[in-house]
């Protein structure tokens, strides 16, 4: 069964970058089929799809976030990471790594169906 861990700052300051790791065990991210995404939730208010990359390291960003969103890979790690940049307090949230199925270009958090165990970061002075 795979399981993911997300790792990282839980304090980040307005304008700079905010960098996650997800770590993955019982399956490696190569294997066909399947995309591993970011999610993230606010505090008050629903999931949020950040973006995805592909088993073959495709990358697809939801349009709202995506020129601050970039998300890469470590094979040799089996781990993906997430960079948003010139975050603001409203980037504050609960972030989650998943996995999901491949075939699309825009995904909703309900295409996720194994997740971390999510991590809260806070954009604060």
């Known amino acids: 069964q795979v399981q993911l861990q997300e790792s990282g700052p839980g304090l980040v300051k307005p304008s700079q970058t905010l960098s996650l790791t997800c770590t993955v065990s019982?399956?490696?991210?190569?294997?066909?089929?399947?995309?591993w995404g970011w999610i993230r939730q606010p505090p008050g208010k629903g999931q949020e799809w950040m973006g995805v990359i592909r088993y073959d390291g495709v990358t697809y960003y939801s349009p709202s976030l995506k020129s601050r969103t970039s998300i890469s890979r470590d094979t040799s790690k089996n781990q993906f990471s997430l960079q948003l940049s010139a975050v603001t307090p409203e980037d504050t949230a609960v972030y989650y790594c998943a996995r999901g199925r491949s075939g699309k270009y825009y995904y909703t958090a309900a295409d996720f169906g194994s997740w971390g165990q999510g991590t809260q970061v806070t954009v604060s002075p």
């Open positions: 019982g399956g490696s991210i190569t294997t066909s089929l399947y995309v």
